[in-house]
């Protein structure tokens, strides 16, 4: 049996857009090649010019298409510009309204828009505002998590105000294998967008300690003791470090702001300094006490054994999801 692709993609896999800078071209390129949507990240400030030589680089890498997601809740009405300017196939957005300007002017430009919602409501504004898909993001979701529902209620729920309209479904939150894949789908999802797993690739661009730590802890927990400053009531899922543990209880009117500097970090081209609770995601350039950064992770971490190139988390989805249906329900 053959698993149907969504968007004009081989494949219903999405590859989430991994803030700030981790989702790089050699990620989005990778899922890309192996049939699935890869999403580059848009800086949090205004930098069309960078931005577009993302995507040229990107599409250096590799010949099929691919997307970028944008957080709306930071200033992106340039970014959005030149990823209409430079026709990718699919604009994602998060964490804000998606007008229907913004559809209509990405739609001239042949650009699928794709919002990431965490509730019925978001999801109501999506389809009457014209969006292509939805990708539905359950509280079990790694990094910044926008409603306050698990997946398996919300999901089906989405599924059914969708109806019969063309939108496809697309599952996240917890995913990372191919059981995960085929329970979405089970619910009526017809795709899954998976951050964590790719995050714990070869081809990511965290940094290399974080990358062991999400093969080494196993829990999670919805907190929001990083970056109040910068990104306000903005709860996010990360892995349970003892630094976490340690202050997971940081009273409510602390925040990064006036915090010791315990890292250096370049960020799409910025040096920036990392302070004790900001927000960033080690990257790859990121120097000083990577541990007591924030780790973001999905609940689904402890299923992750081995990091892996991202084409093979691709496969090794699609090959398991077509074997466990065959296995598990073709003779019913
Ligand atoms: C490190 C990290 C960064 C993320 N950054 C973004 C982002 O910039 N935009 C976005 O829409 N979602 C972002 N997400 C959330 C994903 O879109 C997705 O909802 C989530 O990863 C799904 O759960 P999972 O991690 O269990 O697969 C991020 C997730 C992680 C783990």
Redesign the pocket.
Known sequence: MALRGILGFEYGIVQ?????D?SGPELVAAVANAGGLGLL?APDWESPEYLKELIRKTRGLTDKPFGV?V?LAFPHEENVKAILEEKVAVL?V??GECPQDLVVEAHRAGVKVVP?VGSIEEAKKAIDVGVDAI?V?GR?????VIGQEALFPLLPRVVDLVGDQDIPVIA?????DARGYVAALALGAEGV?????F?ATEESYAHPLYKKKLIEFERTEYTDIFGRARWPNAPHRVLQTPFFNEWKSLPAHENEANQPVIGLSTIHGKEKEIRRFAGT?PNLTTTGDIESMAL?????VGLIKEILPAGEVVKRLVEGAQLLIQQKFSEI
Not at 140 to 144: C, I, K, T, V
């Open positions: 989430a857009p991994l803030g700030p981790i990240r997601g957080v994602q998060y964490w990431q990708i993001q079990e979701a790694g990094g910044h996240a939150g917890g995913i990372v967008s998976l951050g964590t797993r995050l995601v973001y992770a999905g609940e689904g």
